[in-house]
């Protein structure tokens, strides 16, 4: 998207800023979500090892040595919490972010070829769509396994990365190309409906009329017109990204344990609810608040985006 | 007492931005039988005194603040909603200026025109049947009973129009409020429910609010005239007297801004000519009458003697045979494809500095003639020559050199605009592209310049198309055709969509930048009043062919084809 944006100009993303400064509710969400992304990505390293197993002090209630409490196993919550944070943020970013260039560039590619081009590219697309999901990823589960336990290994001794924290990473890889692969199906349809509106807008034949060449009528005259739906698009897909995570790491085939997630927390927390509810409202309370910042961050990014908007 | 009577009427819109008088303390009255036409130009108020009259406006933002409104004795300001749907539709209905989108795709047109007795009236199904069959018989609709079994898609915009009308009168009511019912339609369409109106009048008695920005249409139909300007009546009286004798500047600057065939002037005067605006601290605005009016038009008379002087000169674009036909899309494996032939067999010549007027009726293919005349559609077959190059069976690549050379001004100003662009940007592209100009700094010098040309300011050149209006963003286009210095410019139905006060400045900027550019046109319009005034030479075409061409003042006094006769007669004229 950022090469996109890039050729849309600054003064699109500059208006945006200045608008958006005057919305409250995208703006706290702004800092929720900022507050979040610190506490799990860099907070999280001065907290106490997450994996780090003391039978003796289970379920213990929230106390200066552990501020959120200890689950079934004696570990710490908090530091799991944002650890497992960092796996959900991850994951829901970054395959938003695959799929949105994927479907975009997809999308707009197939609406504005038209004809033939279009028709097979649409077939690609309900093919996919058609293909049950969970047997790609357990496929591709089991096809990238072995990949990703060698390139960790291949880090840690060419790269010197710390064991753990490569093993996390390498660990997810397959569940960004899983979701990836799925994700942008449904935006690229959404995208391709509206290029196929805009390029027969009058503002389209004018750049034809002046002699614009075809790449660029779509990179800065279509595509950013494209941008509203699809920034409410991606920031809803992020929360269904998270969730997909949860349920495929609840089948054994996303994170591994003892690594978390939010997911995990919360299915874990499930099975404690009526002892220990705090060991699924703490992780809740994360992830919803997480969830709904997103989602004001998308409504005020589409409202921001709309030129239209009164300068009120 | 008048059957309808509106004293002081106001009405204000209250938003965060401030408040709008919208209605501004009008006064009128409509007589049973009457038909009183309301004109004025969009935003003036008259589509908001309609909606307020039935109160069918959105409540907030707007508020009926003053003034009432006496309808056959009853006041309507304040009633009860429930009374006053008793009223709507049944003692008064309405009409409006998209007949496509007010009928409902999805019911038999029968249904529809029967629906507001069955609402209204305690009748049968069948009873209500058949007086709606015999209102679309009144109407006008051949073969009404086989015709108001299908749906609204199977029938045209005049058809259309004729059933709104059916719907509107089939409850037989006292008053119809019709909001521009023919500003869609074609001339010949809408010379044809012009008269429907005045029959139906006639026969039923029905008194009719007439609302326009259309003065010609006003004169052929209306029997009284209320003018509209910013929420207030500026003049009102019989159709007669205020054609011939206006007394407000708005009237008289309204009047003669309206291109005519008689019209001789170079350059037609404006409002602006004849009314001073001043705005005081406080939001109110005073009219004036300017005083150098008279010696403003003495001058725009006198140099209209100039026209003429440009006689035969070289022959910049030359079309032969011009064809393009369309596929429509046949389905998987449905019915055959069926070929549209949009144009077929068109042959234009023009000459460089002047301008061809292209008139005909909506459908008859003249938008896609210059769009293949430009090489944005691939024509079929035939040729276009431009300054002695043929243009047909060029590759894109061969073509950007002349997409510098020639340009198109499109219909809706808006549209034509990327939205997502500020002004500056627009402009700076075409010349970045093209590489014209000298570096940044020039190219930012010849924007202004160009704003400023065509009448803007380089203080627009942060903002985003949707803060200018109609008026100023279809300068912008027409200052975005000039960025590349063309030569030739297409102006498809430019000033179409405009009110007349803003389509003469327009016409204008047109005009001057011949002038001073030597530009050639090809001026498609369907308006032919438009296209005497813009044009050197005319053709009318008809169903994908030209059946008339000649100079413009020739083909206006002596049409030889028949079609171009009617063509000229269904024009709405004002002459008294």
Redesign the interface.
Known sequence: MSAKNAQ??S??WRDAWLRMGRNKAAMASLAVFTLMVFLCFVMAWFCKDPNAVTLTNKFAPPSGDHWMGTDALGRDLFSRILYGGQISILVGLVATAVSVCIGVSYGALSGFAGGRIDATMMRVVDTLLSIPFLVVVIVLQAVLSDWSSDTSSWIVTHWKWDKTFTDRLTNIVPLFFALGLFGWLTLARIVRAQVMSLKE???V?????????RF?ILV??II??T?GPTVVYATLTVPGFIMYEATLSYLGLGVEAPNSSWGILIKEGANFMETHPGLLLIPGIFFSLTLFSLNFLGDGLRDALD??A?K? | MPLLDVQNLKTYFHT??GTTRAVDDISFSLEKGEIVGVVGESGSGKSVTCHSILGLLPQPPARVEGGSVTFDGDELIGLDPLLLRAVRGRRISMIFQDPMSCLNPYLRILDQVAEPILVHEDVSREEAESRALEMLKKVGIRDAEKRANSFPHVFSGGMRQRAMIAMALVTKPDVLFADEPTTALDVTVQARILQILRDLRDELGVAVLFITHDLGVVAEVADRVVVMYRGKVVEQGTVRELFKNPSHPYVKGLLACRPSFETKYHILPTVEDFLETKTASDGSVTLRERSDAAQRLEKLESDGDLEGASDSSALLLEVKDLKVHFRSVGGFGGKPREVVKAVDGVSLNIHKGRTLGLVGESGCGKTTTG?AI?Q?ICPTSGNVTYAGVSLSGLA?EE??PF??R???I???PY????????IE?ALL??MN??NIGSGREDRRARVVSLLEEVGLSSSHL?R?P?EFSGGQRQRL?VA?ALT?EPEFIVCDECVSAMDVSVQAQVLNLLRELQDRRGLTYLFISHDLSVVKFVSDEVAVMQAGRIVEQNDAEQLYRNPVNDYTRQLLDAVPQSDF
């Open positions: 849309a100009g003064s699109l807008r009058e503002f034949e004018a750049a034809r009329a002046l002699g614009y060449n660029r800065r005259h950013p017109n941008l030129v239209k009164s009120d | 965060r931005a769009r430009l944005l894109a073509i950007r997409r510098k020639m340009q198109i499109f219909q809706d549209a034509s605009l990327n939205p997502r662009m500020t940007q592209e075409p592209f093209h942060r985003y949707h286009c975005r590349v």
